[in-house]
């Protein structure tokens, strides 16, 4: 496909146009009434694995609001069962058997996307073949480290002791664990540009447990290189969202990534002044402004805009994902207004 066919992939290089491009991370979800009936119907793994479920899901959101891009509806563990993982969702994820040992992780194989996820790669063409050609769709993994906080705790957690003691504990395991989940999500997250994915996404949603210290040692050469592995096998531009990691922004601009991906906890301006002006990023409304009255929001949303100004270029979302309970007109409000202050 062409290099900056749309608007969103062109923010994503640094280039501004006629308004900042919007999406919602987990804009494909509970809060979509259509979503929840379809859900009636399909259980959530289900779901992930039937490519014309997953790719309906994915475009659900597309056909309510003039959304920029679409993600696409997957999970970030999907690929983990790919690579010998037990998992089930309960509703979050738990696993049969966490990793524990050097043994346990020699265990897990790498990711072979055509074997493993044969599926995830048919959705994604099913969308593209979709989804009109003025807007893009983006395919995303787990970052490694928060793939790791995953396995080694078994499932959900708040802060991740089992997997953050692990990484310290058993050193030479988990960097070998963490080294072969970098080049398995490599290798999918190039399958998804090669099934027609215009933009790809690493989600980080645990490293913000780690310190500065801790980031450099055992995450930011894995994640620099993983970045420039996959820039290497593809076209795309590629996200990085280091959720929780105000305090690591210096060290995530030498990542390499073209965009980054702020939480809501830090004012855009102040990362730009971390990530240099150069920096595209993406953010960063706290999703519990969709809860407040319209004139409020309103405020929130140009806020956010004019904190954006201060990058090369800002493609406009949430801090966080969408949470379930946000009334779906709070969202069309939010595209229109976004759109509509962005082209002042």
Request: proline content about 7%; overall charge negative.
């Amino acid at each position: 496909m062409p290099e900056g066919r749309t608007l969103f992939e062109r923010a994503c290089r640094g280039e501004r146009g006629g308004h900042a491009p919007v999406w919602i991370m987990r804009q494909a979800g509970r809060y979509l009434p259509e979503y929840r009936k379809l859900r009636e119907e399909v259980d959530f793994l289900t779901a992930t694995k039937t490519p014309e479920v997953a790719a309906r899901i994915t475009l659900q959101p597309m056909e309510r609001y003039p959304l920029d891009a679409a993600i696409l509806f997957s999970d970030i563990m999907t690929p983990l069962e790919g690579m010998g993982v037990g998992l089930d969702f309960d509703p979050g994820p738990v696993l049969e058997r966490p990793i524990r040992s050097a043994e346990d992780a020699r265990s897990l194989r790498p990711l072979d996307p055509e074997e493993g996820t044969p599926f995830v790669l048919e959705a994604i063409r099913l969308t593209r073949a979709e989804l009109s050609p003025d807007r893009a769709l983006i395919g995303f993994a787990g970052a490694p480290f928060t793939l790791f906080c995953y396995l080694v705790q078994g499932g959900g957690s708040k802060d991740f002791m089992e997997a953050r003691s692990f990484l310290r504990l058993e050193t030479e395991a988990a960097t070998a664990l963490l080294e072969l989940l970098g080049d398995s999500m490599v290798r999918y997250l190039a399958a998804q540009a090669r099934a027609g994915a215009d933009a790809v996404m690493l989600f980080d949603s645990w490293v913000g447990l780690l310190g500065p210290d801790s980031y450099r040692r055992f995450v930011l050469p894995l994640m620099r290189r993983v970045v420039g592995e996959v820039r290497a096998a593809t076209h795309v531009p590629i996200i990085y969202f280091a959720n929780g990691g105000a305090t690591l922004l210096r060290d995530v601009k030498e990542v390499g990534a073209d965009v980054v991906g702020v939480d809501w906890t830090l004012p855009l301006s102040r990362a730009v002044a971390e990530l240099g002006p150069d920096a595209v990023v993406q953010g960063n409304l706290d999703p519990a402004a969709l809860f407040a009255p319209r004139d409020e929001l309103d405020r929130a949303i140009q806020g956010v805009l004019e904190e954006g100004a201060t990058a090369r270029a800002h493609v406009f979302n949430l801090g966080h994902g969408i949470h379930r309970t946000t009334d779906p007109d709070q969202v069309a409000f939010l595209v229109d207004r976004v759109h509509e202050h962005s082209a002042r």
